[in-house]
């Protein structure tokens, strides 16, 4: 998958008004940034992991409307599109999550996977993720990564991700 | 000269995987042939609870007959996969399994060396290191405390799944610790002298979020005679 890039942010000093220590300096201020994109990767992909789900009593079946139809003519129903995104989360390597997207300007909707905290690369909007770190199901399914992704499916909230389907850019998603 | 490359080649990987051969070399003939072996799992020399309080016996069983034998037999398809590619020439087919021999080949060797380089206190478990490994530790670290903080530090870092070991620098002979994501194996510059495994399915089930207190408590079941042995081999 692409990967985004971050730009480091001006430092609030000129790095030869640092002490002797410049390029240690960096060394911390590249650590930093580090640290940020990994948290705060984090940060936005549990929130949008929490929100990708609901109660089972009160999940649809599958999505209802223009989502539906976008899935139906990629997948041909909503059971193949289970089953494909249930491969795809278990071809992760590592930890990570796993996607369904939209890219806006060709108007498909896609599987992908980020890796570790990485988010959804700019240019996609993402309907729905499954968070596969190993501490998201361990407790209760050990290795059985499979039988997770598929009861996984079963609390999906359809509505939600109807409503970012219709989105016209990221700031309706996050 | 094909035959000497993959000998090369397979030669840290036999060391390494004691549990199997991973290529046997049959020669006798005009041409070096290889026979391709299968990767197996390799036997515990303790029981699963044996390293209690340390890492229960539940991680353990689930540690070594699921997570470790997955990899054994997902890197056995990928090899048969690339044996096919190979047959065939098929360079991109080639190309595209590497991932796949990468992270179930490198889980199947880093498994292999972590149940070797851990061990039950009455098998030694614990002990701290003796002769010219430890001088090397005291005079790279200092002391061996030194060395576990460094180390626990390095296992801290890590930021996903992965290893962090020690390892010997084949370029300077001078050890050092090093980490590696997911599966990635220590190979080429580096020679694998201890490992500790930092996937959650290493440590959840007991500590949950709490790694540092596994990475604490892991010590205590340390074997490290079985990195002594890889150090005055390297």
Redesign the interface.
């Known amino acids: 998958m692409a990967s985004q890039t971050y730009s480091l942010p001006k430092l609030p000093y000129r790095l030869n008004q640092a002490e002797a220590t410049s390029s240690s300096n960096l060394v911390h201020h590249l650590t930093h940034q580090?640290a940020i994109k990994?948290n705060a990767g984090g940060h936005m992909n549990r929130t949008l992991f929490w929100e990708s789900m609901t109660p089972a009593s009160s999940a649809k079946a599958g999505p209802e409307g223009k989502l539906a139809d976008a899935i139906n003519a990629r997948w041909g129903n909503i059971d193949s599109f289970k089953a494909a995104f249930e491969a795809v989360a278990l071809s992760l390597?590592?930890?990570?999550s796993t996607w369904l997207v939209k890219d806006p300007e060709i108007s498909i909707l896609e599987f992908m996977t980020s890796?570790?905290?990485d988010v959804v690369p700019a240019g996609k909007i993402p309907m729905l993720g499954l968070d596969m770190?190993?501490?998201a199901y361990?407790?209760q399914y050990?290795?059985n990564k499979k039988s997770y992704a598929q009861r996984w499916l079963a609390v999906v909230d359809w509505t939600a991700a109807e409503k970012r389907f219709q989105a016209g850019d990221l700031g309706d998603v996050y | 000269m094909v035959g000497s490359a993959l000998r090369t080649a397979t030669r840290p990987a036999f060391r390494a995987a004691s549990a199997g051969n991973l290529a046997r070399c049959v020669s006798g003939t005009a041409v070096n042939t290889f026979v391709r072996m299968k990767a197996s799992l390799p036997d515990l020399k303790y029981d699963y609870g044996a390293l209690e309080p340390a890492i229960s016996g539940q991680i353990m069983e689930l540690h070594h007959s699921k997570h470790h034998n997955t990899y054994v037999n997902s890197y056995n398809d990928a090899a048969d996969k690339l044996a096919a590619a190979e047959a065939s020439d098929d360079v991109a087919a080639k190309i595209a399994i590497q991932p796949l021999i990468n992270f179930h080949g490198g889980g199947h060797l880093n498994h292999t060396l972590f149940w070797e380089n851990l061990a039950p206190k009455n098998q030694g478990g614990g002990e701290p290191p003796s002769g010219e490994l430890a001088k090397a530790i005291d005079t790279t670290y200092g002391s061996l405390d030194d060395m576990k903080k460094k180390f626990n530090a390095a296992l801290a870092g890590i930021q996903g799944s992965g290893w962090a070991w020690l390892v010997k620098d084949t370029q300077t002979g001078n050890i050092g610790i090093k980490t590696y994501a997911n599966q990635d194996p220590v190979v080429g510059q580096y020679i694998p002298l201890l490992g500790i495994d930092a996937w959650e399915h290493a440590y959840y089930l007991q500590y949950n979020n709490r790694k540092a207190e596994y990475f604490g408590a892991v010590w205590d079941v340390v074997n490290w005679k079985a990195a002594e042995q890889r150090f005055s081999k390297a």
């Open positions: 580090q990994f390597q590592g930890n990570g890796k570790d905290q770190w190993q501490h361990y407790l050990f290795n």
